[in-house]
């Protein structure tokens, strides 16, 4: 009995220790030490500094003549009469009095031989009135007076129109540019052709009606000529404003007509090699300027309202509101006119 209870025994441990065997290892620890935990993200902080600091306005325009002008037939007669001669091309140099275009008038001219010889019967016949005056009733004398001087006159507008049908070249110049053609009828008003003195150029520009608002003659001007370069300048004059017309200010509509005084004018020392009449531009005007302004990034302005704030990095790693008044601001700048004082930090956004 005592030996049969031994086995026994014997073969339950021998169970437990096979059992043991059959069980999962246990895992080993982890190691925590190595993992970095993510820093928290920073605001950048910007030291408060001061510089010179410009309010620009922009425009774009071109280099036009001081001496410009647009050639065009202005006699009502001449309307819807053909060009008969164009003397002039693109790029013509011409001088003062030279002959440009020349209409076909020839009617006019037939028409102005028959009244010639009218008016030498009518000349007869007022002889014979002035020596008849003394006989005559005052009335009819002047009626028979008045018929005589509206004949002469008729005359007279009819030479003055055969006259304008030739137009010259009002100074010496270089034509531009030509808007017709030999046997077009022409319009009254609109342009022939456009005649410039090559040598006295200014540059002309154009810009929004806001920002034509904050500028004034003798303000300073960068002109950035394309491919001939940048000139220094100032302001000579602004343009003459347009009459409204009930049409939103527009004027008539039509080709249009180059007028120095629509535009502004921009006088500069000396042009740039390879500028000429004609050349694209643009320009910068300063229409604000302060040296040595407190200035801060406009990242670091706050608002809350009609609060205007910024955040001071104190020494100590902590951050105070404080709040600013602010003055002139530019793409990247803004003024501050009290609050801040340079060397102080500011966080930014």
């Given at each position: ?5 031994g086995i ?36 950048p ?21 001081t ?24 790029g013509d ?85 030509v ?5 077009a009828a ?26 034509l ?96 704030y ?18 002139q ?14 060397g ?6």
């Amino acid at each position: 009995m005592r030996r049969a209870a031994g086995i026994l025994a014997a073969v339950a441990l021998s169970t437990a220790v096979a059992g043991c065997s059959l069980l999962p290892d246990e895992p080993e620890e982890e190691d925590l030490s190595q993992i970095q935990l993510p820093e928290i993200s920073k605001k950048p902080e910007y030291e408060v500094t001061t510089k010179t600091l410009e309010t620009t306005v922009s425009g774009s325009g071109k280099i036009l003549s001081t001496q410009e002008k647009t050639l065009y037939y202005s006699a009502k007669a001449m309307e819807g009469m053909r060009l008969k001669k164009l003397y002039i091309q693109p790029g013509d140099v011409v001088k003062a009095g030279q002959t440009v275009a020349e209409l076909d008038v020839e009617d006019m001219k037939k028409q102005l031989r028959d009244q010639r010889l009218q008016f030498r019967q009518q000349e007869l016949q007022m002889k014979q009135t002035l020596r008849d005056k003394d006989e005559m009733d005052p009335i009819d004398f002047e009626q028979k007076q008045i018929a005589f001087e509206e004949a002469r006159q008729k005359i007279s507008d009819l030479e003055a129109d055969i006259a304008s049908a030739v137009l010259t070249a009002p100074f010496s110049g270089t034509v531009v540019s030509v808007s017709v053609q030999e046997g077009a009828a022409i319009k009254v008003y609109d342009p022939l052709c456009v005649l410039a003195d090559p040598s006295s150029l200014i540059v002309a520009g154009e810009m929004a009606s806001d920002d034509l608002q904050q500028v004034a003659v003798g303000m300073e001007a960068t002109v950035d000529i394309n491919s001939a370069g940048t000139v220094k300048g100032k302001i000579k004059s602004l343009p003459v404003p347009k009459a409204d017309n009930g049409n939103g200010g527009g004027g008539a509509q039509g080709p249009k007509v180059t007028n120095l005084s629509d535009y502004l004018l921009i006088s500069v020392a000396k042009l740039p090699a390879g500028a000429a009449r004609g050349t694209p531009l643009s320009f910068s005007i300063v229409v604000d300027r302060k040296v040595n302004a407190v200035v801060i990034p406009r990242s670091t302005l706050r608002t809350a309202g009609a609060r205007t704030y910024v955040q001071v990095a104190e020494a100590d790693g902590s951050k105070r509101e404080v709040d600013i008044e602010v003055g002139q601001q530019t793409a990247t700048d803004i003024e501050v006119l009290s609050g801040l004082t340079p060397g102080q930090k500011v966080v930014g956004s």
